[in-house]
C-alpha cells in the first residue's frame, strides 16, 4: 500500500498527482513549468512502432508529444477527468515560469508516417486509476 508520507516526496509527477486525488482528494505542484509530457503507452507504442521499420535514414529520433503542456493543464484535465474540480489543486509557487521545454519529432512522424501523441490525458488519468484500483495501491 502507498502512503501519505511516501506521496508526499514524489509530487511533482503526473502519476503521483493522480494517487495523491485518489487518496485524498487533492493534487499539487511546486511551479507551473511547461514539459513535454507523453504517456507512456504512447511511448512503447512508437518504440514498437520503429523497430519494426524496413528502412531508417537517421541515427537519432525525437520519441515526444512534439508540443509542451503547462503542468496546471495537465493536472486540470486529469482531475477533471476524475470528477474532480480545479480548486482542488494546489500551486506552491505562483511565480510565472520561461521554462518550456519541447521535443521536436517531426522526423520520426514524417519518416515513418506515425502519429506519436494519441493518448489524452484524461484517457491516461482514467486508465491509471482503473489500474491502481485493481491493485489495491491504496
Not at 509530487?11 to 507551473?32: A, D, E, H, V
Not at 541515427?59 to 496546471?72: D, E, L, M, P, Q
Not at 500551486?91 to 514524417?110: A, L, W
Request: charged share 20%; with cysteine.
Amino acid at each position: 500500500k502507498i502512503t501519505k508520507s511516501i506521496l508526499s516526496i514524489y509530487n511533482n509527477n503526473i502519476s503521483n498527482n493522480i494517487l495523491s486525488y485518489l487518496m485524498t482528494g487533492k493534487m499539487s505542484y511546486n511551479k507551473n513549468i511547461s514539459f513535454d509530457y507523453l504517456y507512456v503507452d504512447d511511448l512503447l507504442d512508437s518504440i514498437l512502432y520503429f523497430s519494426s521499420a524496413s528502412k531508417i535514414n537517421h541515427r537519432s529520433y525525437n520519441v515526444c508529444a512534439g508540443k509542451s503542456f503547462k503542468f496546471s493543464t495537465i493536472l486540470e484535465e486529469c482531475i477533471t477527468a476524475l470528477g474532480g474540480s480545479k480548486q482542488d489543486i494546489e500551486c506552491k509557487d505562483n511565480t510565472p515560469s520561461t521554462y518550456d521545454y519541447s521535443g521536436d519529432c517531426s522526423r520520426f512522424e514524417s519518416e515513418f508516417n506515425y502519429k506519436i501523441f494519441k493518448t489524452s490525458f484524461s484517457a491516461a488519468t482514467k486508465e491509471l486509476s482503473a489500474w491502481l484500483h485493481s491493485i489495491n495501491a491504496f
